[in-house]
């Protein structure tokens, strides 16, 4: 079974700093990844995803991710935030090439970015 | 194109009721999921549906049920609610995996009182 720990519940940053958001998972086989970012009162969007191929995945408004299969992390980043970045964060994964990936995601806890003026 | 659309927005129910909350796909999805979301425990898998077969389910009890139309359109009920069933519960679809994008809708809000 795969499992998804996102150590920081909350990151308040600057506007304008880099911000990063941890994410750690565990599973015993090839995992496909993926960040999801959910605006207030809205459902989910996903931001990134990585399958495979190049471990730096660039996403949806500025942010990228990169894949370190050694320490198991699939950190979030970007390196100047906006205020409209203000969101809870969420990293997933599923695993890999299960036929057809039908085992559903496994999300982390989620991470609230808050950005300050 | 229509985004994913989920009825009714918000829910009040008693306790012991039952529920129906209804989701239409983007047209042309064929994978509808399941997500149940609360503030102590986050996302939380319930199942899939990919031409109206039930792919996989999550760890809820089977007062969780679902079905998925052939036109891609899915319910859930939840009987016998319980006062731990207050939740958002959102549902999400893709052309035929979960491991493709995954586009949400914005929730049924289900407040069990």
């Known amino acids: 079974a795969q499992s998804v720990t996102q150590l920081d519940s909350q990151v308040p940053v600057f506007e304008e700093a880099p911000v990063e958001l941890r994410c750690n998972y565990s599973?015993?086989?090839?995992?496909?990844l993926f960040w999801y970012v959910q605006y207030p009162n809205q459902g989910l969007q996903l931001l990134l995803k990585?399958?495979?191929?190049?471990?730096l995945v660039k996403g949806i408004n500025g942010f990228e991710a990169e894949f370190n299969k050694s320490q198991t992390s699939f950190h979030l980043r970007k390196p100047s935030v906006h205020i409209s970045d203000t969101a809870e964060y969420f990293c997933?994964?599923?695993?890999?090439?299960?036929?057809?990936?039908?085992?559903?995601?496994?999300f982390g806890k989620g991470t609230h970015l808050i950005i300050q003026p | 194109k229509a985004g994913v659309t989920q009825t009714p927005r918000y829910l009040i129910k008693t306790r012991g009721q039952q529920v129906t909350l209804s989701c239409s796909p983007i047209?042309?999805?064929?994978?509808v999921s399941w997500y149940q979301q609360t503030p102590g425990q986050g996302l939380q898998f319930l199942f899939e549906?990919?031409?109206?077969?039930?792919?996989n389910k999550g760890n809820f009890p089977g007062r969780f049920s679902g079905r998925q139309f052939s036109n891609s359109r899915s319910e859930m009920n939840v009987s016998t609610l319980e006062l731990g069933d207050s939740a958002l519960y959102l549902c999400?679809?893709?052309?035929?995996?979960?491991?493709?994008?995954?586009?949400f809708g914005s929730g049924t809000q289900l407040s069990v009182l």
């Open positions: 999400a679809s893709s052309l035929a995996t979960p491991n493709e994008k995954l586009f």
């Open positions: 599973s015993s086989v090839s995992v496909y």
């Open positions: 990585y399958l495979s191929g190049s471990t």
């Open positions: 997933a994964v599923s695993e890999g090439d299960s036929g057809g990936g039908a085992d559903g995601l496994t």
């Open positions: 047209s042309g999805h064929r994978s």
């Open positions: 549906y990919f031409s109206e077969t039930q792919r």
